[in-house]
């Protein structure tokens, strides 16, 4: 049997969130091998500065598993991490984080602060970049490039 490809997923997600008029990131929460939640944003939707992908990826996670911690789960981002995210991640003791693109001007894991790095993270998960990230970056650049395209 063909293991199912979670940043497939995770770009779905973004798909759908720039379907609704959201900056494309989506995130996949998977346990076992199998999704246990996935979203994508929805800040401008529910009019909520923290409804990021991966924060609505983890609250749902944690819900389905009844834990606060997800000690034996990954999370598949289609971008970089920022820093509230990577709190998120942290604080949710999320085993590994695959991401898609880097973001320099916002991303909290290679760029920025380097939140896991900071002596004040209480829990690093290990950290796997690069994973579609062609396609990851193509979503965010043409969003934004239709976006600009719009203005009057």
Do not use: W
Request: aromatic share 6%; proline share 5%.
């Amino acid at each position: 049997m063909k293991r199912p490809d979670f940043m497939a997923l995770a770009l779905a997600e973004a798909e759908a969130a720039a379907e609704r008029g959201e900056v494309p990131v989506g995130a996949v929460v998977v346990a076992d091998g199998q999704v246990v939640s996935s979203a994508g944003n929805r800040t401008r939707e529910l009019a909520d500065p923290t409804a990021h992908a991966e924060i609505l990826a983890i609250r749902e996670a944690a819900a389905q598993l009844s834990a606060e911690r997800l000690t034996d789960a990954d999370i598949y981002v289609t971008l970089e991490p920022c820093t509230m995210c990577a709190g998120a991640i942290s604080f949710a003791r999320l085993r590994r984080l695959y991401y898609g693109a880097d973001d320099e001007k916002g991303g909290a894991v290679r760029n920025g602060v380097r939140f896991f790095s900071s002596p004040t993270c209480h829990h690093a998960p290990d950290v796997y970049s690069g994973m579609a990230e062609a396609e990851a970056a193509a979503l965010l650049k043409n969003f934004f490039q239709d976006r600009r395209s719009q203005r009057p």
